[in-house]
């Protein structure tokens, strides 16, 4: 009984690999596609070695007569002719003794060895569909129920080769596209000179090398004598050629890496071939008007898409002016390589993008203002951009060195810290709390300097903690700013407390109270006088905004100094109670190329502080003569120039706060200033105003013995023009 019930199990099994085999054949899918499932079905029954289906389609399309395909990994042997011919004419073909012979390519050589062969012919009715063939290792391999099993496919195999070259000769692509059905597969030699080109492709990371490699071998392998590859931009719906051979100069000429020669894949068999996603063939693009070649003078067109992840990355475009210059074996060589080519350009593709990205991150990195440094878990600094050794104040070798935050940057900055403690605080707290934000204002002298650090976890794709990122800012500007509001809001307030004190006060006295003659008369000249003080300060308010705005312009015109001279003696006649006013003149002094109001302003605001801080009185002198080269400071721009200068007999000033006093709302701390009061605004806006004729102003002063303002003017290089200037 057990006997008898292993041919049954036998069988059984046999016809499962038929039904298997059957629903592969009538699959919804193309026929390379489903003949490549149908050997991959039938090997793990057969055990063969390789296998070849040819087939006859019925299609108008010259050259498409008959199809071969072949499994994957065949054998590097030829198949023979002869032996497929007389399977054709009507016999099963069972041999255990073929000879296969060498069919290596040139320079290669290959034993001769024995094999077993099988072929049934594809019938159906008078006509004779196709020829199955296949190759064993084993002379005994195939066995009688294998035989059976081939000769039941193919009646299924006949009806889906009749299927094929129906829709071949319907289809309107079939007419009119000019591509070569699908479903070649490749000879062994073709294999050969793919798995070559494999090892090639596997050791590439170039996107523009890999492409090359793709191009020339494509060429090499097709016969074509000019061709090209293209990248797939889907989002702009154009093709970017990237590399090409064969093709005049003109047409495709040598650009920049920036700027490639971009294509509308609308036109031309490559852009349908990228839009469909398949490879395309035109034989004579001289019958396909509606496609027009990618080179002048070509025939015959072969254009193949290289899918990655379902769509095409790139098209391969081959150009031959012969007419029929490719055909299917062409057509499956460029599939099977484009298929190869895909996963090695997906990688060259991700290589180039992230080394792209990487490229991008690091001259963003090195070119950011803010310091960056990453410090691992011990201190050590990592990596750190320009800025942040600039900020600290370290040379450029420096990075090259170990360096450690906790050591080495207290060390480094030991000479400016104000604090040393504070720092050595703030680096030991953030390598012991690793997973806290910190923020520290470092102040630093010689020269002065405020900078802000932060310091920031960070951490790996598994959140584990790395290090800390430090990110210095420089907040000098910032806490200047401030110090300025800080200053302006002080000084404003006090400013305009004290004359509106004065103002309510006696103006309340007068309204509530009755006063002789002289006592009015007293307050309102009191009242005035604060009033005077109130609208002084609006205005230099007022101006400063508007110089600093850049509101300012400048009426010029040519003036003589003379003038401005006798002017200023009446406009300071009531202030000089104390002082005596000396003007210490040229006779001949060269006409000025200015704004006489605005100069006006500039020597009465001199003079004013002159006499603000004199208040013991004394002598105030008013200098005007032509500069000379020895009266000049070194950074003086060149040229003929007036020079004014006003000497007072004053309180004077400290040689530290000389360089502060242009300042805007810097004011000398000490007791006479104070008494004295004022905006801080009145230098600020004389130097703005010197500024903006072009000359330039400085100041000599020891403290308790008196000051000196220097300002030059201009001196009119055409005194005859009179011309008017528009200077801002």
């Known amino acids: 009984m057990a006997a008898m019930a292993l041919p049954t199990d ?41 296998a070849r289906l ?69 019938r159906w009715g008078p006509r004779l569909w196709g020829v199955l063939e296949f190759r064993a290792e084993h002379t005994h391999c195939f066995e009688p129920a294998h035989r059976d099993l081939v000769s039941a496919l193919a009646p299924q195999l006949a009806i889906a080769v009749a299927r094929e070259g129906r829709q071949l000769v319907e289809s309107p692509a079939g007419a009119s596209d000019g591509e070569t059905p699908a479903g070649l597969t490749l000879t062994p030699l073709r294999q050969q000179q793919l798995a070559a080109i494999d090892r090639r492709l596997e050791a590439m990371l170039g996107v523009h090398e890999l492409l090359s490699l793709l191009l020339r071998r494509a060429l090499e392998h097709t016969g074509a004598e000019s061709g090209a590859i293209a990248l797939v931009d889907h989002e702009a719906g154009e093709l970017v050629i990237h590399v090409y051979e064969g093709y005049p100069h003109e047409q495709w000429r040598q650009l920049p890496a920036h700027h490639r020669q971009r294509l509308s894949w609308d036109r031309g068999l490559a852009g349908r071939a990228a839009r469909l996603g398949r490879a395309l063939l035109v034989r004579d693009v001289t019958l396909q008007p509606d496609l027009p070649p990618a080179g002048p003078g070509a025939r015959a067109e072969l254009a193949a898409p290289i899918l990655v992840e379902g769509r095409a990355a790139a098209v391969i475009i081959l150009d031959s002016s012969r007419s029929n210059a490719f055909g299917e074996e062409e057509l499956a060589f460029m599939r099977a390589l484009c298929e190869r080519a895909a996963y090695p350009l997906h990688r060259a593709i991700h290589y180039q993008n992230a080394l792209e990205s990487a490229n991008y991150l690091g001259q963003v990195f090195a ?88 310091s920031a976890p960070t951490h790996d794709s598994q959140r584990r903690i790395t ?33 509106l004190t004065s103002i309510l006060g006696y103006t309340e006295l007068l309204l509530n109270r009755e006063f002789t003659a002289e006592e009015r008369r007293q307050f309102i000249t009191t009242v005035y006088v604060e009033a005077g003080r109130l609208s002084q300060l609006v205005e230099d308010l007022l101006n400063f905004s508007r110089l600093e705005a850049g509101k300012v312009k400048l009426n010029q015109w040519v003036t003589s100094l003379h003038g401005i001279v006798t002017e200023l003696t009446t406009q300071l006649h009531t202030q000089l109670e104390r002082h005596r006013l000396l003007f210490d003149v040229a006779p001949v002094l060269p006409p000025v190329f200015i704004d006489r109001d605005k100069v006006k302003q500039i020597i009465f605001n001199l003079l004013t502080n002159a006499i603000k801080y004199s208040p013991r009185g004394g002598e105030i002198i008013l200098e005007m003569r032509e500069a000379q080269r020895g009266d000049l400071p070194g950074d003086h721009p060149p040229g003929r120039f007036a020079l004014v200068a006003v000497h007072d007999q004053g309180i004077g000033i400290a040689p530290e706060d000389l360089s502060r006093i242009w300042e805007r709302f810097y004011r000398v701390d000490n007791t006479n200033t104070r008494r004295i009061g004022g905006t801080g605004l009145g230098l600020s806006i004389t130097r703005a105003l010197v500024e903006l004729h072009g000359g330039r102003i400085w100041a000599e002063s020891e403290l308790g013995h008196g000051s000196s303002f220097f300002f030059t003017l201009p001196v009119a290089t055409e005194p005859a023009s009179g011309k008017k200037s528009g200077a801002t």
């Open 467 to 499: 290090g800390r990122l430090w990110a210095i800012n420089d907040v000098t500007r910032e806490g200047e700013a401030e110090r300025l509001k800080n200053e302006f809001v002080s000084i404003v307030s006090h400013e305009l407390r004290t004359p």
């Open 10 to 50: 036998r069988a059984t099994e046999v016809l499962a690999v038929l039904a298997e085999a059957t629903c592969s054949i009538l699959a919804e899918q193309p026929l390379q596609q489903r003949v490549h499932r149908l050997f991959e079905v039938l090997r793990a029954e057969m055990r063969f070695r390789d």
């Open 367 to 454: 070119s950011l203002p803010t310091g960056l440094a990453l410090i691992d878990t011990n201190g050590k600094v990592l990596r750190a951009n320009p800025a942040w050794y600039a900020l600290l104040g370290m040379h450029g070798e420096r990075s090259h060195d170990p360096f450690h935050v906790p050591i080495d940057l207290v060390e480094t900055l030991l000479p400016r810290l104000q604090d040393p403690l504070h720092l050595t605080e703030f680096c030991a707290a953030s390598l012991h709390s690793p997973t806290e934000n910190r923020i520290l204002r470092l102040h630093l002298v010689n020269p002065t300097q405020e900078l802000q650090i932060l």
């Open 54 to 122: 040819t087939c006859w389609l019925q299609s108008a399309m010259p050259g498409t007569v008959r199809q071969q395909f072949y499994s994957v990994d065949g054998w590097p042997y030829p198949w023979d002719d002869e032996l497929m011919r007389r399977v054709a004419l009507g016999e099963t073909l069972e041999s255990r003794t073929i000879v296969v012979s060498n069919a290596a390519a040139p320079g290669e050589h290959l034993p001769t060895v024995q094999a077993a062969y099988l072929g049934v012919p594809i």
